[in-house]
């Protein structure tokens, strides 16, 4: 189970992203259900931690424009397993999306402080 907070009303959980030669990183990321992708990362905090490299990948955003992004190939430490995922660049707070959260539930108590929990859900 992971668990979070809502915070400036935001659900906020903190993940350990893993990179190369044993890098690590504890990021505070917002969940985005809006975002259909796993995680974003900023350019500095990819090259940090020496991330790999994958494609070029564009996007439409919710006020109908499109860009273009850079995607690499990361880990991270999610529900107790170390779990490789893909990355996109973006310059900004850190995001979690829908890809990251599938087979999960999430709860979320929106109130100031209040609790966030994403928990796997039982196989069909």
């Given at each position: 189970?992971?668990?979070?907070?809502?915070?400036?009303?935001?659900?906020?959980?903190?993940l350990?992203?893993?990179?190369?030669?044993?890098?690590?990183?504890?990021?505070e990321?917002?969940?985005?259900?809006?975002?259909?992708?796993?995680?974003?990362?900023?350019?500095?905090?990819?090259?940090?931690?020496?991330?790999?490299?994958?494609?070029?990948?564009?996007?439409?955003?919710?006020?109908?424009?499109?860009?273009?992004?850079?995607?690499?190939?990361?880990?991270?430490?999610?529900?107790?397993?170390?779990r490789?995922?893909?990355?996109?660049?973006?310059?900004?707070?850190?995001?979690?999306?829908?890809?990251?959260?599938?087979?999960?539930?999430?709860?979320?108590?929106?109130?100031?402080?209040?609790?966030?929990?994403?928990?796997?859900?039982?196989?069909?």
């Amino acid at each position: 189970m992971i668990i979070g907070t809502i915070t400036s009303d935001e659900a906020r959980v903190r993940l350990n992203v893993k990179g190369k030669r044993g890098r690590e990183r504890v990021v505070e990321a917002v969940i985005d259900s809006g975002y259909t992708g796993a995680l974003t990362l900023p350019p500095g905090l990819i090259a940090m931690l020496e991330l790999r490299w994958q494609s070029v990948d564009r996007a439409t955003l919710a006020d109908g424009s499109t860009c273009v992004f850079q995607v690499y190939v990361g880990k991270l430490d999610w529900d107790c397993k170390v779990r490789t995922i893909l990355v996109d660049e973006a310059d900004a707070m850190p995001l979690v999306g829908m890809r990251l959260l599938r087979g999960h539930e999430l709860k979320m108590q929106v109130r100031s402080r209040g609790k966030v929990t994403i928990r796997r859900l039982p196989r069909r």
